[in-house]
C-alpha cells in the first residue's frame, strides 16, 4: 500500500538524537554523548513529598482539564526570575522542544527565512528543518555572532527570527560577552527582527557572573524558551515561554490546537518547590556536583591528549566543545570510539549544512567521576 505521507516527514533524515540516545541506553558504552542530567541527583524525596501534599488536598480538579497557559502558581513564580514580569508573560510547555514546534508552527511559513547559530543545537536545526524554513547561519565563536554577518543577514534576509543560546550554548559551552549581546540586541531593534533566546542552561552556572539576557535587554522582541529538565526531571516535561502577551496570546492559541494543556501534577510540584526554596537549594547541590565533573573531564582532557585537541573552558552547562586536530571528519572518529566502548556527538551534526568538522561535543554530567576519566582514556585510544 502506498501511504501518502506529508512532504516534511518523507524529507526529514533520522535524527542523530535518536542515535544519541539508543547509545546513552547501551550499558557496554561509556556516553559523553546525551545532554542527560545524573539520574542519581534527582530530589526523589521531594517529589514524593510535594506529591503527598497534593493528594492530601484531596481536589479532584487537579486532574481535570484546565487552560492551556499552564498552572497559575508555577508562572508567578517563573515570572519573577524576569525583570518587570507578569505571569501574563509566561506561557508552559510539554518541553522546551514543543516551545520550539509553537513558535515554529506560529511564526513559520513554507520557505520563511530565519537565523541560527553556526553551530546550533541538534534537535532545534531537525524542526526548522521540518518546517521547511530557508535556514541561514551566523558563525559564532567564544565571545558571541559575528555582528558584521549578522547585520547583513537582517538586512538582506528579512527573518522571522534569530534563534539563539546565548548562555553556556548547545554544543560549544560558549557565552556571549555582554557587549556582543548589545549589539545583537541594536541590530535586532534596528531591523525588527525577534530574538529566539532558548535558555536551558542557565542555572547551571559554575562560575562567573549571571548574565544579562536577551529578555531584559530587548523584551518587546525577544522569546525567551526555558525548562526544568535539566534542573528537577526531564520527565516533568515543563518548558516555558517569556514573551509580549500578544505574542503569548498567539502561541496559546496554537497550543490550544495542539495538545489542549500540559499535564498540571508535575507542574504544582515544581511550584511548591520553588515557593519553598528547594529548587534553589537542589540547583546548587546540581552545581557542586557538575563542577566536579567538568573539571574531572577536563583534566583528563588535559593530562591524556596534550596538545593535539583545543577547547574552551566553559563557565556552566553540560558540554565541552573539543577540536581533535589531529581529525579531520571527527564522524569518522566517532565510529572508531564506539569500537571502543565510548560515545560522543560529532561536531557536523549541529551545522545546518552537515559539513565535515573536527570538532566533537562530550558531555560530562551523566558520567561517573571514573567513567569519565575511563572514557577518555578509550577516546584517545580511537584517536592514535
Same mark, same amino acid.
Not at 283 to 312: C, N, P, Q, W
Given at each position: 500500500?502506498?501511504?501518502?505521507?506529508?512532504?516534511?516527514?518523507?524529507?526529514?533524515? !533520522?535524527?542523530?538524537? !535518536?542515535?544519541?540516545?539508543? *547509545?546513552?541506553? %547501551?550499558?557496554?558504552?561509556?556516553? #559523553?554523548?546525551?545532554?542527560?542530567?545524573?539520574?542519581?541527583?534527582?530530589?526523589?524525596?521531594?517529589?514524593?513529598?510535594?506529591?503527598?501534599?497534593?493528594?492530601?488536598?484531596?481536589?479532584?480538579?487537579?486532574?481535570?482539564?484546565?487552560?492551556?497557559?499552564?498552572?497559575?502558581?508555577? $508562572? =508567578?513564580?517563573?515570572? $519573577?526570575?524576569?525583570?518587570?514580569?507578569?505571569?501574563?508573560?509566561?506561557?508552559?510547555?510539554?518541553?522546551?522542544?514543543?516551545?520550539? +514546534?509553537?513558535?515554529?508552527?506560529?511564526?513559520?511559513?513554507?520557505?520563511?527565512?530565519?537565523?541560527?547559530? +553556526?553551530?546550533?543545537?541538534?534537535?532545534?536545526?531537525?524542526?526548522?528543518?521540518?518546517?521547511?524554513? +530557508? =535556514?541561514?547561519?551566523?558563525?559564532?565563536?567564544?565571545?558571541?555572532?559575528? *555582528?558584521?554577518?549578522?547585520?547583513?543577514?537582517?538586512?538582506?534576509?528579512?527573518? &522571522? #527570527?534569530?534563534?539563539?543560546?546565548?548562555?553556556? %550554548?548547545?554544543?560549544?559551552?560558549?557565552?556571549?560577552?555582554?557587549?556582543? &549581546?548589545?549589539?545583537?540586541?541594536?541590530?535586532?531593534?534596528?531591523?525588527?527582527?525577534?530574538?529566539?533566546?532558548?535558555?536551558?542552561?542557565?542555572?547551571? !552556572?559554575?562560575?562567573?557572573?549571571?548574565?544579562?539576557?536577551?529578555?531584559?535587554?530587548?523584551?518587546?522582541?525577544?522569546?525567551? *524558551?526555558?525548562? #526544568?529538565?535539566?534542573?528537577?526531571?526531564?520527565?516533568?516535561?515543563?518548558?516555558?515561554?517569556?514573551?509580549?502577551? &500578544? =505574542?503569548?496570546?498567539?502561541?496559546?492559541?496554537?497550543?490550544?490546537?495542539? +495538545?489542549?494543556?500540559?499535564?498540571? /501534577?508535575? %507542574?504544582?510540584?515544581?511550584?511548591?518547590?520553588?515557593?519553598?526554596?528547594?529548587?534553589?537549594?537542589?540547583? $546548587?547541590?546540581?552545581?557542586?556536583?557538575?563542577?566536579?565533573?567538568?573539571?574531572?573531564?577536563?583534566?583528563? *582532557?588535559?593530562?591524556?591528549?596534550?596538545?593535539?585537541?583545543?577547547?574552551?573552558?566553559?563557565?556552566?552547562?553540560? /558540554?565541552?566543545?573539543?577540536? #581533535? $586536530?589531529?581529525?579531520?571528519?571527527?564522524?569518522?572518529?566517532?565510529?572508531?570510539?564506539? %569500537?571502543?566502548?565510548?560515545? /560522543?556527538?560529532?561536531?557536523?551534526?549541529?551545522?545546518?549544512?552537515?559539513?565535515?568538522?573536527? /570538532?566533537?561535543?562530550?558531555?560530562?554530567?551523566?558520567?561517573?567521576?571514573?567513567?569519565? !576519566?575511563?572514557?577518555?582514556?578509550?577516546?584517545?585510544?580511537?584517536?592514535?
Amino acid at each position: 500500500m502506498h501511504t501518502k505521507f506529508a512532504k516534511r516527514v518523507t524529507t526529514a533524515s !533520522r535524527s542523530f538524537t !535518536r542515535t544519541i540516545l539508543d *547509545l546513552t541506553a %547501551q550499558s557496554d558504552i561509556i556516553s #559523553f554523548a546525551g545532554g542527560l542530567p545524573d539520574a542519581s541527583l534527582f530530589p526523589k524525596t521531594l517529589f514524593q513529598k510535594y506529591a503527598n501534599t497534593l493528594f492530601e488536598k484531596n481536589d479532584n480538579l487537579l486532574f481535570q482539564y484546565s487552560n492551556a497557559s499552564g498552572v497559575e502558581a508555577l $508562572k =508567578i513564580e517563573i515570572a $519573577k526570575r524576569y525583570e518587570d514580569t507578569s505571569s501574563k508573560a509566561i506561557m508552559l510547555t510539554n518541553g522546551s522542544q514543543q516551545a520550539l +514546534d509553537l513558535v515554529c508552527k506560529t511564526f513559520l511559513d513554507e520557505q520563511d527565512c530565519i537565523i541560527v547559530e +553556526d553551530p546550533s543545537y541538534l534537535a532545534a536545526l531537525n524542526l526548522f528543518h521540518m518546517y521547511n524554513a +530557508d =535556514i541561514k547561519t551566523v558563525a559564532l565563536d567564544k565571545n558571541g555572532v559575528d *555582528l558584521v554577518s549578522l547585520e547583513k543577514l537582517f538586512l538582506t534576509c528579512k527573518p &522571522k #527570527f534569530f534563534y539563539t543560546i546565548p548562555i553556556f %550554548q548547545n554544543p560549544t559551552g560558549y557565552s556571549y560577552t555582554l557587549e556582543n &549581546k548589545e549589539e545583537v540586541a541594536r541590530l535586532a531593534k534596528k531591523y525588527h527582527v525577534i530574538l529566539l533566546e532558548d535558555s536551558p542552561y542557565e542555572a547551571l !552556572r559554575y562560575e562567573g557572573k549571571q548574565s544579562t539576557s536577551f529578555a531584559s535587554l530587548l523584551p518587546e522582541l525577544t522569546i525567551t *524558551l526555558g525548562t #526544568f529538565s535539566k534542573t528537577l526531571a526531564p520527565d516533568f516535561r515543563i518548558g516555558w515561554i517569556k514573551a509580549p502577551q &500578544k =505574542i503569548i496570546e498567539a502561541l496559546t492559541c496554537s497550543k490550544e490546537s495542539t +495538545d489542549l494543556q500540559n499535564s498540571k /501534577f508535575f %507542574q504544582h510540584i515544581a511550584a511548591l518547590m520553588m515557593q519553598n526554596g528547594d529548587l534553589e537549594t537542589h540547583t $546548587k547541590a546540581l552545581i557542586k556536583h557538575y563542577k566536579t565533573k567538568r573539571d574531572t573531564m577536563i583534566t583528563a *582532557l588535559e593530562e591524556t591528549f596534550g596538545e593535539s585537541i583545543s577547547f574552551v573552558k566553559p563557565e556552566g552547562g553540560m /558540554f565541552i566543545w573539543v577540536n #581533535f $586536530k589531529n581529525c579531520k571528519d571527527s564522524m569518522q572518529l566517532f565510529d572508531k570510539a564506539i %569500537q571502543k566502548g565510548v560515545a /560522543f556527538v560529532p561536531g557536523s551534526v549541529f551545522f545546518a549544512d552537515k559539513k565535515v568538522s573536527s /570538532f566533537g561535543r562530550l558531555n560530562y554530567t551523566n558520567s561517573s567521576l571514573e567513567q569519565i !576519566r575511563e572514557g577518555v582514556q578509550k577516546l584517545y585510544e580511537a584517536y592514535l
